[in-house]
């Protein structure tokens, strides 16, 4: 299994500023996800995060609003950016597990973003 | 896009009872995955099928799987109080671009009343 560790946990914002989510996992994995779910509603892929080269993003999401980093095998970056209210939503970022695991992801515990 | 459709969008039980969620999904599978999700936090993977597999345990969790019909079942027996949470299924489609990639179901709302 993997131990993720994301924040902030939660933040409240203003319209137009941006916000950056930081995923930390305790073990090296070569593909990262950032998910969004919105109030109520079941979890969207944004991107997928590989070390060394440029995500990939899902159709609807954008690199300008939505741009990742992916320093190393154990950190990335998510980036909201020119936030308005329907940016409200809870980010998540997970990776595949290794070995035997490899087909099952492993989450964190999420960042609740509320935008005025 | 979202391919999962879940029913019931909400079930309400006593302890004790049996819940039982239905996932069905729209295009071929590698496998078909069902997680759990305490108020909005970070999801816990609770059990996989394999599109050549029809039906799993684990514990108190029973999963099926139907790919003739594109369906999924998940039955948690004897249930607990502290089995209140949202729950959903996540299928990982076939083909090469799509490893590591699932895609999430609306969710299941459970309840269970002490």
């Known amino acids: 299994s993997a131990v993720i560790s994301q924040k902030p946990s939660r933040d409240i914002c203003q319209r137009g500023t941006s916000l950056t989510i930081q995923c930390q996992v305790d073990?090296?994995?070569?593909?990262m996800f950032w998910y969004r779910q919105q109030p109520g509603q079941s979890l969207t892929l944004i991107a997928t995060a590989n070390q060394g080269s440029e995500a990939t993003y899902e159709s609807g999401f954008v690199i300008d609003k939505f741009p990742i980093s992916r320093p190393n095998l154990t950190f990335s970056t998510l980036t909201v950016s020119n936030m308005s209210p329907e940016d409200s939503s809870i980010y998540l970022c997970s990776v595949s597990g290794q070995g035997r695991t490899n087909e099952k992801l492993f989450f964190g515990s999420g960042t609740q973003l509320s935008v005025l | 896009s979202q391919q999962g459709e879940e029913d019931p969008q909400a079930l309400s039980i006593q302890e004790g009872e049996n819940a039982t969620m239905n996932c069905s999904y729209k295009t071929s599978i590698n496998n078909l995955q069902w997680y759990r999700q305490n108020s909005g936090r970070g999801l816990v993977h609770l059990i996989l099928?394999?599109?050549?597999?029809r039906e799993k345990h684990s514990g108190r969790l029973r999963v099926t799987l139907d790919t003739s019909k594109k369906s999924s079942s998940l039955l948690i027996t004897a249930s607990r109080a502290a089995d209140t949470a949202s729950y959903f299924c996540?299928?990982?489609?076939?083909?090469?671009?799509?490893?590591?990639?699932?895609?999430f179901g609306q969710g299941t709302i459970l309840t269970v009343h002490p």
């Open positions: 996540a299928t990982e489609n076939a083909g090469g671009t799509s490893y590591g990639k699932l895609t």
């Open positions: 099928i394999r599109s050549n597999e």
């Open positions: 073990s090296q994995v070569t593909m």
